[in-house]
Protein backbone atom coordinates (compact mmCIF):
# COMPACT_ATOMS: atom_id res chain seq x y z
CA UNK A 1 0.00 0.00 0.00
CA UNK A 2 1.89 3.26 -1.20
CA UNK A 3 2.10 5.95 0.99
CA UNK A 4 3.55 9.18 1.58
CA UNK A 5 5.17 8.95 4.52
CA UNK A 6 6.09 12.16 7.28
CA UNK A 7 8.02 12.15 9.90
CA UNK A 8 8.00 13.34 13.54
CA UNK A 9 3.71 13.28 13.34
CA UNK A 10 4.59 15.71 16.49
CA UNK A 11 6.63 18.16 17.19
CA UNK A 12 7.43 20.38 20.21
CA UNK A 13 10.18 22.92 20.31
CA UNK A 14 10.95 26.08 21.90
CA UNK A 15 11.52 29.79 20.06
CA UNK A 16 14.78 29.70 18.70
CA UNK A 17 15.59 25.97 17.78
CA UNK A 18 15.96 24.43 14.37
CA UNK A 19 13.16 21.80 13.27
CA UNK A 20 13.70 19.37 10.49
CA UNK A 21 10.72 17.71 8.72
CA UNK A 22 11.24 14.90 6.64
CA UNK A 23 8.58 13.53 3.94
CA UNK A 24 9.31 10.24 2.04
CA UNK A 25 7.38 10.47 -1.28
CA UNK A 26 5.60 7.30 -2.76
CA UNK A 27 8.11 5.61 -4.92
CA UNK A 28 8.10 6.42 -8.71
CA UNK A 29 6.40 9.81 -8.41
CA UNK A 30 8.51 13.32 -9.51
CA UNK A 31 6.36 16.05 -7.82
CA UNK A 32 6.85 16.75 -4.23
CA UNK A 33 5.32 19.54 -2.35
CA UNK A 34 4.85 20.91 1.26
CA UNK A 35 1.65 22.43 2.72
CA UNK A 36 0.58 24.46 6.18
CA UNK A 37 -2.12 24.62 7.66
CA UNK A 38 -3.05 26.43 10.03
CA UNK A 39 -7.33 27.64 11.28
CA UNK A 40 -6.41 31.12 10.01
CA UNK A 41 -4.83 31.22 6.91
CA UNK A 42 -5.84 27.45 5.59
CA UNK A 43 -4.18 25.34 3.23
CA UNK A 44 -1.12 27.21 2.01
CA UNK A 45 1.95 25.89 -0.62
CA UNK A 46 5.09 26.36 0.75
CA UNK A 47 7.24 24.68 -2.04
CA UNK A 48 6.71 22.45 -5.01
CA UNK A 49 9.37 20.05 -6.51
CA UNK A 50 9.47 18.12 -10.01
CA UNK A 51 12.43 15.94 -10.51
CA UNK A 52 14.13 17.10 -7.44
CA UNK A 53 14.21 20.60 -8.52
CA UNK A 54 12.22 23.52 -7.02
CA UNK A 55 9.75 25.11 -9.09
CA UNK A 56 7.61 27.14 -7.14
CA UNK A 57 8.85 27.92 -3.18
CA UNK A 58 7.43 31.37 -3.55
CA UNK A 59 4.81 30.43 -0.43
CA UNK A 60 7.68 29.93 1.95
CA UNK A 61 9.20 32.46 4.15
CA UNK A 62 13.01 32.86 2.67
CA UNK A 63 14.48 34.36 5.75
CA UNK A 64 14.14 31.14 8.01
CA UNK A 65 12.54 28.17 5.77
CA UNK A 66 14.54 25.75 3.45
CA UNK A 67 13.45 22.59 1.48
CA UNK A 68 15.13 19.93 -0.12
CA UNK A 69 15.40 17.04 -1.69
CA UNK A 70 18.59 15.59 -1.18
CA UNK A 71 17.55 12.37 -3.19
CA UNK A 72 14.22 11.22 -5.06
CA UNK A 73 13.41 9.39 -1.61
CA UNK A 74 13.83 11.90 0.23
CA UNK A 75 12.15 15.66 1.02
CA UNK A 76 13.01 18.24 4.33
CA UNK A 77 11.54 21.62 5.08
CA UNK A 78 13.75 23.15 7.80
CA UNK A 79 12.70 25.95 10.06
CA UNK A 80 16.07 27.82 11.72
CA UNK A 81 14.89 29.57 13.57
CA UNK A 82 11.86 28.79 14.78
CA UNK A 83 8.64 31.25 15.75
CA UNK A 84 5.62 30.49 17.84
CA UNK A 85 3.72 31.56 14.54
CA UNK A 86 5.36 28.71 12.72
CA UNK A 87 3.13 26.40 14.45
CA UNK A 88 1.05 24.56 12.35
CA UNK A 89 0.25 20.97 10.80
CA UNK A 90 2.50 20.31 7.94
CA UNK A 91 1.65 18.67 4.53
CA UNK A 92 3.87 16.87 2.18
CA UNK A 93 2.29 15.97 -0.90
CA UNK A 94 3.80 13.43 -4.13
CA UNK A 95 2.58 13.04 -7.20
CA UNK A 96 3.41 12.26 -11.05
CA UNK A 97 3.23 14.54 -13.49
CA UNK A 98 3.27 14.14 -16.82
CA UNK A 99 1.73 16.82 -18.45
CA UNK A 100 -1.79 17.94 -16.92
CA UNK A 101 -3.14 14.84 -16.92
CA UNK A 102 -4.82 14.43 -13.52
CA UNK A 103 -1.71 15.44 -11.37
CA UNK A 104 -3.60 13.76 -8.24
CA UNK A 105 -1.24 14.85 -4.91
CA UNK A 106 -1.32 11.77 -2.46
CA UNK A 107 -0.81 13.58 1.27
CA UNK A 108 1.01 12.49 4.06
CA UNK A 109 -0.28 12.66 7.72
CA UNK A 110 1.18 15.14 8.67
CA UNK A 111 3.47 16.79 11.31
CA UNK A 112 1.78 19.20 13.88
CA UNK A 113 4.53 22.09 15.35
CA UNK A 114 4.06 23.74 18.32
CA UNK A 115 6.62 26.28 18.92
CA UNK A 116 6.52 27.69 22.32
CA UNK B 1 -4.92 35.27 -8.89
CA UNK B 2 -6.58 32.53 -8.05
CA UNK B 3 -9.49 31.69 -5.35
CA UNK B 4 -11.52 29.09 -4.69
CA UNK B 5 -14.19 29.67 -2.23
CA UNK B 6 -16.21 27.60 0.35
CA UNK B 7 -19.32 28.14 3.25
CA UNK B 8 -17.28 26.72 6.34
CA UNK B 9 -20.37 24.52 7.89
CA UNK B 10 -22.69 21.80 7.01
CA UNK B 11 -24.68 20.02 9.23
CA UNK B 12 -27.13 16.93 7.80
CA UNK B 13 -28.84 14.20 9.39
CA UNK B 14 -27.38 10.98 8.50
CA UNK B 15 -29.28 9.21 5.60
CA UNK B 16 -29.82 12.31 4.05
CA UNK B 17 -28.11 14.10 1.22
CA UNK B 18 -25.20 16.36 1.57
CA UNK B 19 -24.63 19.22 -0.99
CA UNK B 20 -21.32 21.03 -0.37
CA UNK B 21 -20.32 24.00 -2.87
CA UNK B 22 -17.61 25.77 -4.26
CA UNK B 23 -16.35 28.25 -6.59
CA UNK B 24 -13.33 29.24 -8.15
CA UNK B 25 -11.51 32.26 -10.26
CA UNK B 26 -9.13 30.47 -12.69
CA UNK B 27 -11.09 29.50 -15.84
CA UNK B 28 -8.00 27.89 -17.06
CA UNK B 29 -8.48 25.05 -14.46
CA UNK B 30 -8.19 21.76 -16.46
CA UNK B 31 -9.51 19.39 -13.09
CA UNK B 32 -10.94 20.19 -10.52
CA UNK B 33 -10.68 17.89 -7.08
CA UNK B 34 -12.63 17.22 -3.97
CA UNK B 35 -10.27 15.96 -1.11
CA UNK B 36 -11.31 14.86 2.18
CA UNK B 37 -10.03 15.36 5.69
CA UNK B 38 -10.45 13.37 8.98
CA UNK B 39 -9.42 14.66 12.14
CA UNK B 40 -5.95 14.50 12.83
CA UNK B 41 -5.35 12.86 9.06
CA UNK B 42 -4.10 14.50 5.86
CA UNK B 43 -6.04 15.14 3.13
CA UNK B 44 -7.54 12.31 0.72
CA UNK B 45 -8.67 12.22 -2.48
CA UNK B 46 -12.31 11.63 -3.33
CA UNK B 47 -12.90 12.49 -6.79
CA UNK B 48 -12.06 14.35 -9.73
CA UNK B 49 -13.64 16.18 -12.90
CA UNK B 50 -12.36 16.66 -16.25
CA UNK B 51 -13.51 20.19 -17.02
CA UNK B 52 -15.01 19.46 -20.46
CA UNK B 53 -17.12 16.99 -18.03
CA UNK B 54 -20.57 18.37 -16.24
CA UNK B 55 -21.20 16.33 -14.35
CA UNK B 56 -19.35 12.70 -12.74
CA UNK B 57 -20.75 10.13 -10.31
CA UNK B 58 -19.02 7.68 -8.44
CA UNK B 59 -20.68 5.68 -5.53
CA UNK B 60 -22.31 8.14 -3.51
CA UNK B 61 -21.08 10.85 -4.91
CA UNK B 62 -21.77 12.72 -7.71
CA UNK B 63 -20.03 16.27 -8.93
CA UNK B 64 -21.17 18.63 -10.93
CA UNK B 65 -19.31 21.56 -12.59
CA UNK B 66 -21.37 24.47 -14.07
CA UNK B 67 -17.97 25.75 -15.76
CA UNK B 68 -20.16 28.86 -17.19
CA UNK B 69 -20.32 29.90 -13.45
CA UNK B 70 -17.48 28.55 -12.15
CA UNK B 71 -19.24 26.67 -10.24
CA UNK B 72 -18.23 22.69 -8.60
CA UNK B 73 -20.72 20.88 -6.37
CA UNK B 74 -19.91 17.58 -4.51
CA UNK B 75 -23.41 15.39 -3.40
CA UNK B 76 -22.99 13.01 -0.97
CA UNK B 77 -25.94 10.58 -1.02
CA UNK B 78 -27.74 8.37 2.06
CA UNK B 79 -24.97 10.38 4.18
CA UNK B 80 -23.57 8.68 6.91
CA UNK B 81 -21.86 9.52 10.34
CA UNK B 82 -18.16 8.38 8.97
CA UNK B 83 -18.72 11.20 6.33
CA UNK B 84 -18.09 13.89 9.38
CA UNK B 85 -14.83 15.72 8.00
CA UNK B 86 -13.36 18.71 6.19
CA UNK B 87 -14.36 18.62 2.32
CA UNK B 88 -12.08 20.91 -0.20
CA UNK B 89 -12.29 21.67 -3.51
CA UNK B 90 -9.29 21.99 -5.36
CA UNK B 91 -8.62 23.79 -9.01
CA UNK B 92 -5.46 22.77 -11.02
CA UNK B 93 -3.67 25.63 -13.02
CA UNK B 94 -0.48 26.49 -14.29
CA UNK B 95 2.13 27.95 -12.89
CA UNK B 96 5.63 28.84 -13.84
CA UNK B 97 5.52 25.51 -16.24
CA UNK B 98 4.31 23.71 -13.45
CA UNK B 99 1.16 22.64 -11.95
CA UNK B 100 -0.11 24.04 -8.86
CA UNK B 101 -3.44 22.85 -6.79
CA UNK B 102 -5.04 25.59 -5.46
CA UNK B 103 -7.26 24.75 -2.46
CA UNK B 104 -10.49 26.09 -1.21
CA UNK B 105 -10.85 27.04 2.59
CA UNK B 106 -12.84 23.71 3.28
CA UNK B 107 -16.19 23.02 4.55
CA UNK B 108 -16.67 21.28 7.67
CA UNK B 109 -19.65 18.27 7.16
CA UNK B 110 -21.27 17.40 10.74
CA UNK B 111 -23.24 14.57 10.27
CA UNK B 112 -25.85 14.29 13.28
CA UNK B 113 -28.17 11.11 14.73
Known amino acids: DARVTQTPRHKVTEMGQEVTMRCQPILGHNTVFWYRQTMMQGLELLAY????????DSGMPKDRFSAEMPDATLATLKIQPSEPRDSAVYFC??????????????FGAGTRLSVL | GEDVEQSLFLSVREGDSSVINCTYT??????LYWYKQEPGAGLQLLTYIFSNMDMKQDQRLTVLLNKKDKHLSLRIADTQTGDSAIYFCAELGLTGGGNKLTFGTGTQLKVEL
Open chain 1, 49 to 56: FRNRAPLD
Open chain 1, 93 to 106: ASGLERGQVKNIQY
Open chain 2, 26 to 31: DSSSTY
